[in-house]
């Protein structure tokens, strides 16, 4: 199974691309969701990893491919501009497990 990074910025990309994580940059809204669907889509990708830019134009989406329990790990890491939520931990915490820690 591979990684696969969909990005608003080349600085994430290429810091991936340097630990042999495959990627692409998304210029808008239609290419991110077009990339996100590809990557979905794509039997080999095990690991779609997101930034937060990006997981805030695709939110639905990637909650709803959540639920389903798809065989595919999404995870959202925060781009050259740092954790915009310093709370996200533990607010995917308590969404995931239904605790507060």
């Known amino acids: ?8 910025n080349e600085d994430a990309i290429i810091g991936l691309r340097l630990a042999g994580i495959e990627g692409v940059l998304a210029k ?3 290419e991110t969701q077009k990339y996100f669907e590809e990557a979905v889509g794509n039997p080999e ?6 930034t937060e830019k990006i997981f805030e134009e695709i939110e639905e989406q ?6 389903t329990f798809d065989s595919k790990l999404i995870t959202t890491i925060p781009d050259r501009t740092g ?4 709370n996200f931990i533990m607010r995917y ?7 507060k820690i």
């Open 83 to 86: 954790l915009r939520d310093k």
């Open 28 to 30: 808008d809204k239609e």
């Open 45 to 50: 990708i095990g690991i779609i990893i997101i």
């Open 62 to 67: 990637v909650l709803e491919l959540k639920k």
């Open 93 to 99: 915490v308590k969404e995931s497990i239904g605790i």
């Open 1 to 8: 199974m591979k990684s696969f990074l969909i990005s608003h």
